[in-house]
């Protein structure tokens, strides 16, 4: 197991209680790993259609921060939120979510008003669950 999937295991210890934390399964499209949440997962924290979000990986790289912002700066990498009103959708997939999760068939994601923090999860560590 990687170094980055071993540092993700032990921060899981101290988020798993949290209401705000979520396990999901890792999703594919076209050959890729995919991050989705959807719905009230969103929404009750503030999150709605058409908000910014920008994209960021701390320094040790094991985790992905999507922080909302109403204006990002020219070339900063960004997200928009999809889906409707009712029910809003964080959908982000291609090769850079494939090598970020390295593997992982599950992450966790930690929403909290106006941030998603995102951390894979290897399989060693769903017993903690």
Not at 25 to 48: C, D, P
Not at 58 to 85: C, D, M, W
Not at 88 to 104: R, S
Request: some cysteine.
């Amino acid at each position: 197991m990687s170094n980055v999937l071993k540092n993700a295991e032990n921060s899981l210890r101290a988020m798993k209680n949290a209401d705000n934390f979520h396990v999901m399964k890792t999703a594919k499209n076209r050959g890729n790993s995919r991050i989705w949440l959807e719905g009230k997962k969103l929404a009750s924290y503030g999150f709605s259609r058409g908000d910014m979000l920008k994209k960021s990986f701390s320094a040790s790289g094991y985790t992905l921060v999507f922080t909302k912002t109403e204006n990002p700066l020219s070339g900063e990498k960004h997200h928009r939120i999809a889906g409707t009103e009712n029910r809003p959708i964080l959908d982000c997939n291609g090769k850079w979510v494939t090598e970020f999760f390295q593997g992982a068939e599950f992450y966790v994601a930690e929403i909290t008003y106006g941030k998603i923090t995102i951390q894979p999860v290897p399989k060693t560590a769903l017993d903690l669950f």
